[in-house]
C-alpha cells in the first residue's frame, strides 16, 4: 500500500530521491494510503471481535452458508481442532528432552549449536511423525462414527426474532450513515 503514495495522481506533498529514483508523494496518494491503513485496521479489529465472541463451531457453519469452498472450511476446522494437540505433543517432546538431558549445577550444559540443531532436528521429525500417526487414528475413528465429510453440529442455526431484528437495525444504520455521507458531500 506504501506505492499508492507515489503512484496516485495530486498535488504534491514531499519528494524522495533514492539513487536514481525520484519518488513524489501525492495529497491523494497519502488520503487513500491512510485509507487502506485504516480499512485494514479496522478489518483486523473485527475479525478479532468475531472470533472474541462468537464460538468457533459457529463461525465455520456461517463460512459454509457464506459458500466458502467445502474443503477449505474443512481445513481450517482440522487445523483448529489439532492445533492443539500438536502444540501437547511438542511439550512432551520438550519435556522428554529436558528428562534425558545432563545439566551442571549451575543450570549451563547443552552442547555446541550444531548438536542442538541436530537434536530440534530430530524433535521436528518425530513430531511430524507422531502427528502423522495421530491423524490417522482420528480419521479411522470419525469414519467410525460416522462422519460422511459434513461435520454435524448440536445448535440449529435458526434466526430467531432478536436475529432479524439486529440485522434489520445493522442495515438501516449503515444506510443511514451511507445518506448522510452523500448528504454531507453534496451528492
Given amino acids: 500500500a506504501v506505492t499508492v503514495m507515489?503512484?496516485?495522481?495530486?498535488?504534491?506533498?514531499f519528494a524522495w530521491q533514492l539513487g536514481g529514483w525520484h519518488l513524489v508523494a501525492t495529497d491523494a496518494g497519502v488520503i487513500r494510503f491512510a485509507s487502506i491503513v485504516v480499512r485494514?485496521?479496522?478489518s483486523v479489529q473485527m475479525a478479532i471481535l468475531l472470533t472474541a465472541t462468537t464460538r468457533f463451531p459457529d463461525v465455520l457453519h456461517a463460512l459454509q452458508h457464506l459458500r466458502v469452498p467445502h474443503l477449505l472450511v474443512a481445513i481450517i476446522s482440522f487445523m483448529y481442532r489439532y492445533l492443539f494437540v500438536i502444540t501437547d505433543e511438542a511439550k512432551r517432546l520438550v519435556r522428554a528432552r529436558e528428562a534425558r538431558s545432563a545439566r551442571s549445577a549451575t543450570g549451563a550444559g547443552g552442547g555446541s549449536v550444531a548438536w542442538r540443531a541436530r537434536?530440534?532436528?530430530n524433535m521436528v521429525g518425530q513430531l511430524f511423525l507422531r502427528s502423522y500417526e495421530r491423524s490417522d487414528r482420528v480419521y479411522n475413528a470419525m469414519l467410525a462414527r460416522g462422519y460422511n465429510g459434513q461435520f454435524m453440529t448440536i445448535n440449529p442455526h435458526v434466526m430467531c426474532t432478536s436475529?432479524?431484528?439486529v440485522g434489520?437495525?445493522?442495515?438501516?444504520?449503515l444506510v443511514?450513515?451511507?445518506v448522510?455521507?452523500?448528504m454531507g458531500s453534496g451528492w
Wanted: no cysteine; glycine share 14%.
Fill in 6 to 13: 507515489f503512484n496516485v495522481p495530486g498535488q504534491s506533498l
Fill in 40 to 42: 485494514t485496521w479496522l
Fill in 119 to 121: 537434536g530440534t532436528g
Fill in 163 to 165: 436475529d432479524w431484528v
Fill in 168 to 173: 434489520i437495525v445493522a442495515v438501516a444504520i
Fill in 176 to 178: 443511514l450513515l451511507q
Fill in 180 to 182: 448522510v455521507g452523500r
